[in-house]
């Protein structure tokens, strides 16, 4: 086991998914909170755009999750039937309704929301609406714990773009508004960023060249600029074919179509595995990589079998 990433899933009460589009960090979503709750822990998935797919792929509908309540998708899970999956749409619109219904403005913020302005409002300045969700994920946050409502929050982020942005609003905001509770709240947040018992950011990406590439761009920005921890990457996707491999480097293999396949695959799992060599030089919080599945379309049984390997790497016996 890599010690590294021992106890991944207890590390931080609130870890934020990203990377770049394409690489599987929905799915590395859901395999990170089936894990987590099929060791007895209570989690909250929280998605920032009701992303088509997720709640399928914790073995819920697909309209769980998409409202800013929650549904409870999966109960009584891991040996001890502790664990549980709740998710969670959070907008910066409802968020700006909370937010001014704890600063006594609960009124006011009924006016936006019948007036069909609140989501002009929350996006009025650039970063605002950031702000807001990470605001509303601070109060999450602070809902954890053996007494509170969850033991971990995981958050389907943005794109590793995006996610550059997102994360950096609330330093942003802080420097260009001189006073108030905006301002307060700006600064109570990148404080819970810069909290690694607190917070954490889980980088997503696939075993080829240009996502590793922007895995460690994205790493260096978020590291200087907001100053995050990281939790270890994951390597999604990979095709590990060491019995392929090995019956093509002694030459064990047919004639013809099926030959060909078996070097492809042999070659594919070459590049793989260099990738990963790069991932682990580059990241000091260390890496483990999820095996590709042969399907046209993940389903929720496939997240347990990942779950259960993610389990494995982090010292929790599936």
């Known amino acids: 086991m890599n010690k590294k990433i021992d106890h991944m899933f207890t590390m931080s009460r609130l870890l934020v998914v990203a990377g770049k589009g394409g690489v599987g960090k929905t799915t590395v979503t859901a395999v990170i909170a089936r894990a987590s709750a099929d060791a007895g822990l209570r989690v909250l998935v929280v998605t920032l755009d009701s992303r088509p797919g997720l709640a399928e792929l914790l073995g819920g509908s697909p ?17 001890r039937k502790t664990g549980s999956i709740q998710m969670r749409t959070v907008t910066a619109s409802e968020a700006l309704q909370d937010y001014l219904a704890t600063q006594g403005l609960a009124l006011l913020a009924k006016r936006l929301v019948s007036s069909g302005v609140v989501g002009v409002v929350a996006s009025a300045a650039p970063g605002i609406d950031d ?17 509170g409502d969850h033991d971990l929050i995981i958050v389907d982020g943005p794109a590793a773009g995006h996610a550059i942005s997102f994360l950096q609003a609330p330093a942003a905001m802080a420097e260009t508004i001189s006073g108030g509770p905006l301002r307060s709240q700006a600064i109570e947040v990148r404080s819970m960023l810069q909290d690694p018992k607190k917070c954490r950011v889980v980088m997503v990406t696939t075993p080829e060249t240009t996502p590793v590439n922007e895995l460690i761009e994205t790493t260096e920005k978020l590291t200087q600029s907001v100053g995050v921890a990281f939790a270890p990457v994951i390597v999604n996707g990979v095709d590990i074919s060491s019995e392929v491999s090995s019956l093509v480097a002694n030459g064990e293999i047919p004639d013809g179509v099926l030959g060909d396949a078996m070097r492809y695959r042999a070659t594919r799992s070459a590049l793989h595995l260099q990738a990963i060599d790069r991932v682990h030089e580059r990241m000091v919080v260390g890496s483990f990589a999820l095996p590709h599945i042969a399907t046209a379309s993940l389903q929720a049984h496939d997240v347990v079998v990942l779950a259960d390997i993610m389990r494995k790497a982090v010292g929790e016996p599936a």
């Not at 309209?63 to 040996?79: E, K, V």
């Not at 702000?131 to 007494?147: E, Q």
């Open 63 to 79: 309209s769980d999750g998409a409202d800013y309540d929650g549904t409870m998708i999966q109960t009584h899970l891991g040996a």
């Open 131 to 147: 702000l807001l969700v990470l605001g509303k994920l601070k109060h999450l946050v602070g809902l954890t714990g053996p007494d």
